[in-house]
């Protein structure tokens, strides 16, 4: 009798117990709403960047849920996404997205950033026949580590450099949504129309243990990847900017040697990589530093 009383109470107190974890799960859940119509706050933006032709999809209402272990809670997001559809000088539809998520700054940063980004993915995504290429000439690649990417300069942090504080200050006041025209972009004159270049990551494994063979391993594959580099210059009229580490791997060592290249303006820049070829991209863009 007293067993079934105990079962009966135990089982009340756990009844009691999930009710108050459902009626206080906020004490668990955090929600959050983002109702920032990005649409119409930067209509002006979209305009600019996409022109007047663009088609825009209704705003689509999303759920974003993550665990957030520091304060053991379950963070729940609602946001807005929407579509824009535009055409490019060929006739192409592309797709741009964005939503009403926080990113930092005011909803017009915000977008800026958004439109930073797709603007990086979409010539990557152009110029990745240049690239695929390359790695199927290169088997011994690490397809997985390397990479193509297509970005803006480098922001240096150089105290010891004076120029480095005058090129920092000239890019942070550059904001590509001022300039970009997405339906009117030449593809080959992307490196000349804005302060940004490709970069080319490559991690490759050593397939032998001896010097020599290695060396004309490193050598093979410099020559692939030039004659990749020298395509791209073909491509894009002689205003290609580039640069490319080679960075080769030993087995359980890791990295052993490391080398590359670059290119300003479709020509070979003879120092290389390094602070004097960051410099003179710079001034090939933004004009001589004072």
Known sequence: MCERR??????????????????????HERVE??????DEICRYELTACFGEEYKLSPGVEKERRFFEEHEQVEIVTHY???ELTWEDRDGEEHIFTFTNLPGGGDPKEQMGKTIDSYFSELIEEYYGQFWNKALEMLPEIREEDSAFRFGRYRQFSMVEEPKTQVMI???MGYHLQEHVD??????EKVCEEFPYLFQVYVYADYQSKDEEERGAQRRIIEEKLRKMTDEM?????????AAV?????DGENGATDSFGFAVLKGAYFPEGRGLNYE????ENFFGPIA
């Open 6 to 27: 105990s079962n009966s109470l135990c089982g009340k107190l756990i009844f009691c117990f999930l009710s108050l974890c459902l009626l206080s799960g906020c004490a």
């Open 33 to 38: 709403e983002y109702e920032e119509a990005m």
């Open 80 to 82: 807005t996404q929407w």
């Open 169 to 171: 200050k000239e890019r």
């Open 182 to 187: 997405f339906p009117q972009l030449q593809w």
């Open 233 to 241: 210059i073909d491509y894009t009229d002689g205003t290609l900017n």
């Open 245 to 249: 580490i080679i960075t080769m791997m």
């Open 279 to 282: 410099i003179a991209l710079h």
